[in-house]
């Protein structure tokens, strides 16, 4: 959630008319959350260092130009703070209506309904329609297998279901980054990267077959357990469902000592 509280000299700042103390080096976002205030975010998370790239959880700062992202802006003293400014509730807005232009809208029937986190942020936001959609006659989309023409779409992106234990579809990916930063913070493998650019970006295992399997994936899990959406999933939670319960646990085998949830 940006960066972590560090120890460091209090530094005291208000966020939504709050007055909060943290340690110097903190991240406006977990200093926010500190102070009981949820700001909407995609690509950060708890235990990865901030990236600072879904721009969901910009701000309002007082005498600073712009909206910042709150998970890579450190507090200051005397800091004036806005979570919920009608200027940052329609950048989140309009930001949401992107990521919905191109994914899937099949929440209904997706194995990962109701545990999904872009569909938890189109609910904060406010978002019930969809206002971008296909230019006429093309497609945009990676994850329909045919045009609005009829023709086989160039762009579709087929699942991944080489790697045993889970699967990867490029169609749902928000393309946060919360799979690489796992798989390079929390297991030092390095197995995973991001190639392409812009609305051609994606995930990329790199392997000899361009799959999970021949790659230098581990099957630690830390990349489907960082996963906000359905992009990679465990193939149980597929076949079985979201689990009811789960356990804090760390790997008896394995040198990292890492917890990880399991389910
Ligand atoms: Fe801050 Fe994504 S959560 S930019």
Known sequence: MGT?????????????????TVPEG??????????????????ASDNLEAFGSCRLCV????????????????????????TQSEQV?????????????????????????????????AGVVGLRDQRFEAPEGGMRTHFATRDTSGQAN????????????????????????????????VQGTFALTIEGRGFDSRVSAGGAG?????????????????????TLQEKSVIELGTPTRSVITTCAYCGVGCSFKAE
């Open 4 to 20: 972590p509280a560090k120890e460091g000299a209090p530094i005291t700042l208000e966020i939504d008319g709050f007055e909060v």
């Open 26 to 43: 903190t991240s406006v976002m977990r200093a926010a959350a500190i102070a009981g205030i949820k700001v909407p975010k995609l690509c």
């Open 59 to 82: 701000v309002e700062i007082e005498g600073r130009r712009g909206t910042p992202a709150s998970c890579t802006t450190p507090v200051a003293p005397g800091m004036v703070v806005r």
């Open 89 to 121: 509730k329609k950048i989140r807005k309009g930001v949401m209506e992107l990521y919905i232009s191109d994914h899937p809208l099949d929440c209904l029937t997706c194995s990962a309904n109701g545990d999904c986190e872009l569909q938890d942020m």
């Open 154 to 185: 160039p762009e579709y992106r087929p699942k991944d279901d080489s790697n045993p234990y889970f699967t990867y579809d490029p169609a749902k990916c928000i393309v946060c980054n919360r799979c690489v930063r796992a798989c390079e913070e």
């Open 210 to 230: 361009d799959d999970f399997l021949s790659s230098d994936c581990v099957s630690c899990g830390a990349c489907v357990q960082a996963c906000p959406t359905a």
